[in-house]
């Protein structure tokens, strides 16, 4: 393993080099603990990065255990246990729509200024309106379902989502680095965000994916740089706003892998782990492959845009994030990978490949030659 790690290393070490990112970090999991913890570039090797939507496994995982506890159930609508959520025409959404991202309304806001106040956000959440019929497509939901999910392990629970998170899950696994809602006083090690390089054009980008480009990209609610404010830090944003060095995110996926601390019913993790409920197509018009809150790598033409890159296994699951996060485990080798950066690169495209390239060295480094 050593050389092909060094393969890995040295595709990550390029995008520095070239000034793309300004620091990564990578670890490779295998056979139920990490095996390589690296930090490449301007950045201390304790550091922590935003890891955006690779935090949505993280709450989904709650979840999954209030399911196996029969406290939650993904069939009914989430006004069974939130009568206010079903005003203005959503009481028919249920949860397993809010979990495949078809609930009907991706672009709902959340103030994130006011992200903190529990109170406001259901006053917002009850307000939101759909923006189409409930389970008849897919349209990435980018915050507002996750803030869903985050009442719901509330409303359940009686506690926080960020304390649910804490005690039920990141505190057994000994997951301390990993964080969704982190005080003020714990942000020092989060590596600032630096943005580089030029949005390519929309030609560019129809001939690299093969779509036609007439197609509008969905508009941005929100920026990155927002998720920096450490009020918002400390809020705890459920769709993006977790914090973790990439051992341990991969301890996460670990866990997910064996769960050798039986956090979960086995039943309920095999579903969310292999079971994909949803097969529409995204706006690009390439199928998703969706379980109750991971995405699944499947053995399509589309895989190679899925977590795995199309070299792990069709069973490999994951959640990528925000600027190239990757996060994965293929449960066929029992391999993890975990790819962080602070480096926003303005060309998606160019973003695009270098997490296509590191996932397929990452699962050389397990299986030389089958890429």
């Not at 203005?88 to 078809?102: I, S």
């Not at 379902?145 to 009686?158: D, F, M, R, S, Y």
Request: aromatic residues 8%.
């Amino acid at each position: 393993m050593p050389a092909r790690v060094d393969a890995l290393r040295a595709r990550a070490l390029e995008e520095v080099e070239q000034g793309n990112i300004p620091s990564c970090q990578f670890a490779l999991a295998l056979d139920g603990e990490v095996v390589v913890h690296e930090t490449l570039g301007d950045a201390p090797a304790d550091a922590r990065y935003g890891i955006f939507s690779a935090t949505k496994p993280l709450v989904a995982s709650v979840i999954w255990q209030l399911m196996g506890e029969q406290r939650l159930d993904q069939r009914q609508p989430v006004s069974t246990w939130w009568p206010g959520f079903a005003e203005n025409g959503k009481g028919a959404v249920t949860l397993e729509q809010v979990l495949l991202h078809t609930s009907g309304f991706p672009n709902a806001e959340i103030d994130l200024r006011s992200a903190g106040d529990r109170s406001a956000r259901v006053d917002a959440m009850e307000h939101w309106t759909l923006e189409w019929e409930p389970g008849s497509k897919f349209e990435y939901h980018p915050m507002s379902a996750h803030w869903v999910l985050a009442e719901l392990i509330t409303l359940v629970t009686g506690d926080d989502h960020r304390d649910a998170l804490r005690s039920r899950v990141l505190d057994p696994l000994g997951l301390e680095r990993l964080e969704l809602g982190v005080p003020i006083d714990r942000q020092d090690d989060i590596q600032r965000l630096v943005t580089a390089g030029d949005a390519p054009t929309a030609a560019e980008v129809g001939q690299a994916l093969g779509v036609n480009m007439e197609i509008q990209l969905p508009p941005a609610t929100f920026t990155l740089e927002e998720f920096e404010d450490p009020n918002v830090r400390c809020a705890g944003v459920p769709g993006g706003g977790g914090v973790s060095d990439a051992a341990s995110l991969a301890g996460f996926y670990l866990a997910l892998l064996d769960d050798r601390h039986h956090l979960w019913d086995p039943a309920i993790l095999h579903d969310v782990t292999t079971n994909v409920r949803n097969r529409f197509q995204n706006f690009l018009g390439l199928v998703v492959m969706r379980s109750l809150g991971l995405e699944v790598a499947g053995d399509d033409g589309g895989n190679r845009y899925r977590v795995g890159a199309g070299a792990a296994s069709p069973s490999t699951f994951g959640h990528g994030g925000a600027a190239g996060q990757i996060s994965w485990a293929d449960p066929m080798t029992g391999l993890v990978f975990v790819f962080l950066t602070n480096g926003v690169d303005r060309n998606f495209l160019r973003e695009l490949r270098r997490g296509i390239d590191l996932s397929v060295l990452a699962v050389d480094c397990v299986e030389p030659g089958t890429t």
